[in-house]
């Protein structure tokens, strides 16, 4: 079974920067992609960013580009979100996701973390 443990949520005031971790651990044969999502109260879990983890290739929802940057370090099996100029509509349990292969889904799922940007 694969693990995903995210850390590094909180609260923080609009234009503020965070920055979350989400380490893979377990029996992990490959990764192709991770990824991070999030949910907002009373909205549906949507796409934030995800890279391809042999090239480092990132791609991004509309609403945080130029804002936010995916990054991994293969060897630690830890994918990172940095979150800059923070805005309230940020707000949301954020998910981090990894696809084992290519052609599959997001098979595994961490716990989830909550970050909350207020004054």
């Known amino acids: 079974q694969v693990q995903l443990v995210e850390s590094g949520g909180g609260l923080v005031q609009p234009g503020g920067s965070l920055r979350l971790s989400c380490a893979a651990s377990?029996?992990?044969?490959?990764?192709?992609?991770m990824g991070w999502f999030r949910q907002a109260p009373g909205k549906e879990r949507e796409f934030v960013a995800q890279?391809?983890?042999?090239?480092?290739?990132?791609s991004y929802a509309d609403s945080v580009k130029g804002r936010f940057t995916i990054s991994r370090d293969n060897a630690k099996n830890t994918v990172y979100l940095q979150m800059n100029s923070l805005k309230a509509s940020d707000t949301a349990v954020y998910y981090c996701?990894?696809?084992?292969?290519?052609?599959?889904?997001?098979?595994?799922w961490g716990q989830g973390i909550q970050v909350t940007v207020s004054p």
């Open positions: 890279i391809w983890w042999s090239a480092g290739t990132t």
């Open positions: 377990g029996r992990i044969f490959s990764i192709y992609y």
């Open positions: 996701g990894l696809v084992p292969n290519l052609g599959g889904r997001y098979d595994y």
